[in-house]
């Protein structure tokens, strides 16, 4: 199995070696051929409207759309989130996302980088001890559609709110695990939703 992380902007980086620890092999994603080669995407942290006008700019937009769309299994982790909402709060002037997973995000919900913060999180799917779940501007799910499971949810200002969904084989969290040395979401990917076994 061949996992790509989109390389554009963002922490791509700790997500290739958060799978490599995992025993997966990843590669950095920056060109149409790579897109078509993998079998499974991750989109990183980082920037989403950079992140989608740098797709747009180096001509892989709309075929990561596509795949997504066509089923391939796709991660986002915190902007990765907001690129695979079909709805976003907040967003900038012609924002785009590839779209996938039936919600509506809100950007830099928590408040901005001064306001990150971290949380332990129970998620559905993997097992005890809670997750520590770091958050930096990061957003969260205003509302969900039929089809969309919420795993895990963060307490802010009284109000739960979701910080991690599924939908099919989409996963999205506003949360970073691939900066924690935590690698068990990562795991949760790859077996859960990609369906390949990893020891």
């Given at each position: 199995?061949?996992?790509?992380?989109?390389?554009?902007?963002g922490?791509f980086?700790?997500?290739?070696?958060?799978?490599?620890?995992?025993?997966?092999?990843a590669?950095?994603?920056?060109?149409?051929?790579?897109i078509?080669?993998?079998d499974?995407?991750?989109?990183?942290?980082?920037?989403?409207t950079?992140?989608a006008?740098l797709?747009?700019?180096?001509?892989?937009?709309?075929r990561i759309?596509?795949?997504?769309?066509a089923g391939?299994p796709?991660?986002g982790s915190?902007a990765?989130?907001?690129?695979?909402?079909?709805?976003?709060?907040?967003?900038?002037?012609?924002q785009?996302?590839?779209?996938?997973?039936?919600?509506t995000?809100?950007r830099?919900?928590?408040?901005?980088?001064?306001?990150?913060?971290?949380a332990d999180?129970n998620?559905e799917?993997?097992?005890a001890p809670?997750?520590?779940?770091?958050?930096?501007?990061?957003?969260?799910?205003?509302?969900?559609?039929v089809?969309?499971?919420?795993?895990?949810?963060?307490?802010?200002?009284?109000?739960?709110?979701?910080v991690?969904?599924?939908?099919?084989?989409?996963?999205?969290?506003?949360?970073?695990?691939?900066?924690t040395?935590?690698?068990?979401?990562?795991?949760y990917?790859?077996?859960?939703?990609?369906k390949?076994?990893?020891?």
């Amino acid at each position: 199995m061949l996992v790509g992380v989109l390389a554009l902007q963002g922490d791509f980086r700790e997500h290739i070696a958060a799978l490599a620890e995992c025993g997966v092999e990843a590669i950095p994603v920056k060109h149409l051929s790579e897109i078509n080669a993998i079998d499974a995407l991750i989109l990183p942290g980082g920037e989403s409207t950079t992140i989608a006008k740098l797709a747009r700019t180096f001509g892989l937009f709309d075929r990561i759309a596509e795949r997504i769309h066509a089923g391939l299994p796709t991660y986002g982790s915190c902007a990765g989130m907001i690129l695979l909402a079909d709805r976003i709060e907040g967003a900038a002037v012609g924002q785009e996302s590839f779209g996938g997973i039936d919600i509506t995000v809100r950007r830099n919900a928590f408040g901005r980088q001064v306001d990150s913060f971290e949380a332990d999180l129970n998620m559905e799917g993997i097992t005890a001890p809670a997750i520590r779940a770091v958050f930096i501007r990061a957003p969260w799910v205003e509302q969900v559609g039929v089809g969309v499971e919420v795993l895990a949810s963060v307490e802010f200002n009284g109000e739960l709110h979701p910080v991690a969904v599924r939908q099919g084989n989409l996963l999205a969290t506003s949360f970073h695990p691939e900066i924690t040395g935590d690698n068990r979401v990562h795991r949760y990917f790859i077996e859960s939703i990609c369906k390949v076994a990893i020891s």
